[in-house]
């Protein structure tokens, strides 16, 4: 599995708007052509960041069984290192030119790692791991899991829409449960158009597969009507008939 540090801007919410006017060239020349290219060259230039995966404080958790409060002297100075690593990777963004080329890299690498989750390769339906953490060193409110119910390994390729895509249906960064994200007239597309009870929002993969779609936030989600006969309109956000 690769590991994608989260930047500042909210990509759980959407991908970048205004889009990249241009993808990374060198992402674009791995990652068009195929998956297993794409990850090989996105794995390797990822290792050449200051914070890798590996160093990262839930997964030296996870590797050497530990657990909090039991192992919290162990975790504190793990934790300590993580947060040194996390921020000279995001003043030196090494191994980029400077920030910009770092930002322009890791929005790219999004956008082609959601369009494969979207034509489900196989390799990412499950990651056969925990990835309900934000990959940034040990949280402060959540701790090592978050529990958030959207990152359940569980079910085939949540773990890569958690972890990869933005979420048109609740885009929050952060529930712990679906029913706030449902109830939320605010944030939930199908909130005004659905009977009450029946507000689940669905993003269906077969529907978004189109690379262009993606990089322009434009995602095609499922909503019950209230009325009979009418359909939900991803295009005009509304139940048409």
């Not at 290192?81 to 003043?91: I, S």
């Not at 390799?123 to 056969?128: G, I, K, R, S």
């Not at 009325?227 to 139940?239: A, N």
Request: hydrophobic residues 35%.
């Amino acid at each position: 599995m690769v590991f994608l540090p989260f930047s500042t801007i909210k990509l759980y919410s959407k991908f970048p708007d205004p889009a990249l006017r241009t993808l990374h060239w060198e992402v674009k020349k791995h990652c068009m052509p195929d998956f297993i290219s794409c990850v090989q060259y996105l794995q390797e230039k990822i290792l050449q960041a200051e914070l890798v995966r590996k160093d990262d404080t839930v997964t030296v958790m996870v590797d050497q069984g530990w657990t909090l409060p039991h192992n919290q002297t162990q975790v504190d100075l793990v934790d300590q290192d993580c947060q040194k690593l996390y921020r000279l990777d995001w003043v030196g963004a090494q191994p980029f030119l400077g920030p910009l080329e770092r930002f322009q890299w890791r929005t790219s690498a999004s956008y082609f790692m959601c369009w494969y989750t979207m034509q489900e390769i196989p390799v990412l339906a499950m990651f056969q791991e925990a990835c309900d953490n934000f990959a940034s060193c040990l949280d402060p409110w959540y701790g090592p899991f978050n529990h958030d119910p959207r990152a359940d390994d569980r079910l085939p390729y949540q773990c890569a829409i958690y972890s990869f895509c933005p979420d048109p249906c609740c885009p929050e960064k952060h529930y712990d449960s679906l029913n706030k994200c449902w109830d939320s007239g605010e944030t939930n597309p199908c909130y005004q158009e659905a009977p009450e009870g029946e507000r689940t929002c669905t993003l269906e993969r077969r529907d978004n597969t189109d690379l262009l779609n993606i990089i322009l936030n434009m995602w095609n989600v499922s909503c019950v009507c209230k009325l009979k006969g009418f359909e939900w309109s991803s295009r005009y956000g509304m139940c048409v008939g």
